[in-house]
DNA sequence: CCCATAATTAGACAGAGTCCAGATTTTGGA
DNA sequence: TCCAAAATCTGGACTCTGTCTAATTATGGG
């Protein structure tokens, strides 16, 4: 399990990428890196900046297959409150987010706690896939 | 306030329009009377081809500048689950969404009931915007 | 009726994400 | 080791959503 990884590095991360029955490539290893390593939410552009920053050149196109893959895998997550792009969080564990609409930032929301009652049954034939809470927040006067 | 409208005709959009500040244009009208004649969630070019079905021809630009009026008035909401386009919901009352995400389809769920226990404080210096809950579903097994 | 202002328009533009066909790398036999 | 097949990666064209701009067209008060 992820608990079991101390300290990511790129070493680890073919072990992880194998544990979800993908195949480490060079280009996987780094985007796995780039957001393994952070724990933050990033985005397409971010993660393709960071990627190719240093020196091995990584295409759009692998950006996108890979986060696709990753997702697909359930390696990681994607979480979507900005109408332009999707962020892709390392953190799959059952969690929620707060959303600062006027800076962009997410922050995560630990589920541990938090319960929520009285939602109706579901429409029949369908089952639950996520349940995502997002607390919508800006700047603005304390009380 | 909207309760007060029994019937959606394009008459009483012109007052509902006016009740927000804004300017009843044609335009405008036919915008708000494809949202809430339907009661549904609608993305811009679900709108744009809804409006350019009848006569007359509104271009691209009127429909995106309207609708972020309308969002700006507070005389709808934007609804954010797919990653691909901004759903426009004329329901502003506090509630929650079901997306089917195999078929793109959003469900209300009322608020009224509902509750979320143990959400963490706030940051400092920010306040609530909206907290939204998206339960997501698709089609399965049920049990 | 006239004018200032608000609203609308077409079309160019920008950014996110996908697709494709060819090139490259990896893999596993023999 | 060598080779062929499979998997992966790539640039670039493309689509789609949404914005911008400069020019045109309503609109309403005096």
């Given amino acids: 399990m992820d608990m079991m990884v101390q300290q990511y590095s790129r070493d680890n991360m073919a072990d992880l990428l194998r544990g979800h029955d993908i195949n480490p490539t060079h280009q996987r290893i780094e ?3 780039a957001l393994f390593s952070r724990q933050q939410h990033l985005s397409a552009d971010q993660i393709m900046a960071i990627v190719n920053d240093r020196h091995s050149e990584t295409s759009k196109a692998t ?3 890979t986060l696709n893959l990753f997702l697909e895998k ?3 997550r994607e979480v979507i409150v900005d109408p332009n792009k999707v962020f ?3 953190n799959t564990q059952l969690h929620h987010h ?5 800076s962009g930032e997410l922050t995560d929301i630990d589920a541990n706690g938090v319960t929520i ?3 109706p049954k579901l ?3 369908v ?4 349940v995502d809470i997002i607390v919508r927040i800006r700047p603005g006067a304390a009380a």
Avoid: H, M, R
């Fill in 98 to 102: 707060f959303y600062n609409v006027s």
């Fill in 127 to 130: 089952i639950t896939e996520g």
């Fill in 117 to 119: 009652c009285g939602l």
């Fill in 31 to 33: 985007i796995a890196f």
């Fill in 63 to 65: 950006v996108y297959n």
């Fill in 74 to 76: 359930k390696l990681i």
């Fill in 88 to 90: 892709y969080d390392p």
């Fill in 123 to 125: 429409p029949e034939g």
